[in-house]
């Protein structure tokens, strides 16, 4: 069963400011998502990696493979980002559903 | 927007009734899986269903069961209701094949007294 640690839990920062967010697993996969979730519950996907690096907006994901870890960067932060950030894996066949850590709460001031 | 739509948005129950939550997904979404969000928690992985069947299952008792539809609705069902089944329950749903990106719907709030 994979195990899936992000860090860190809570994060406040100033509006401009570049945000880091971190996830390790601890076996392999087929897939890491980052997704984002907003007070009202809904989740929505930002990315879903296998290798390498995508960018999307002022978003960008990385995963290492080798080291069991992606990294979740917004650039220029803004209020608007302020949500619940989760990485979520899925391991070897893909109908072992996902692993979800357990969340990062950013809040981005004005 | 992502297509995926659950109902209902909130609802009560009392310990020992049944409770069926809905989700409708994209036209040719035939996967899709259903998760359990407690508060201030990662979702937990439920079931999946592809094509109509179960090919999936993550560790929830038998009393959690599902159905997939032709038209690419899908049902939760769970019997037996006890006070930890208060929950969020999100309904993901995406096009054939498993690494593909997830639609997720808002979710079914479920309390149980």
């Known amino acids: 069963k994979n195990e899936v640690e992000q860090s860190p839990q809570n994060l406040t920062a100033q509006e401009g400011e570049f945000i880091t967010i971190n996830c390790s697993y601890s076996?392999?996969?087929?897939?890491l998502h980052w997704l984002q979730q907003h007070p009202g519950g809904g989740i929505v996907s930002l990315f879903m990696?296998?290798?390498g690096k995508k960018k999307h907006g002022r978003l960008i994901a990385t995963i290492n493979i080798q080291e069991k870890h992606s990294s979740l960067h917004i650039t220029a932060s803004h209020p608007r980002d302020s949500a619940v950030y989760i990485c979520?894996?899925?391991?070897?066949?893909?109908?072992?559903?996902?692993?979800f850590g357990k969340g990062t709460h950013l809040i981005i001031q004005p | 927007e992502t297509g995926v739509t659950q109902s209902p948005t909130h609802l009560i129950k009392t310990r020992g009734q049944q409770v069926t939550l809905r989700c409708s997904s994209q036209?040719?979404?035939?996967?899709v899986s259903w998760y359990q969000q407690a508060l201030g928690q990662g979702p937990q992985f439920i079931f999946q269903?592809?094509?109509?069947?179960?090919?999936g299952r993550g560790n929830f008792p038998p009393r959690f069961s599902g159905l997939q539809f032709p038209n690419y609705s899908s049902e939760l069902n769970v019997n037996a209701l006890e006070l930890d089944d208060s929950a969020l329950y999100l309904c993901?749903?995406?096009?054939?094949?498993?690494?593909?990106?997830?639609?997720f719907g808002e979710g079914s709030r479920l309390t149980v007294l």
């Open positions: 979520a894996v899925r391991s070897g066949g893909g109908a072992d559903g996902l692993t």
């Open positions: 076996v392999g996969i087929s897939a």
């Open positions: 990696l296998s290798s």
């Open positions: 036209s040719g979404h035939n996967t």
């Open positions: 269903y592809y094509r109509e069947e179960e090919n």
């Open positions: 993901a749903s995406n096009l054939p094949g498993y690494t593909g990106e997830l639609f």
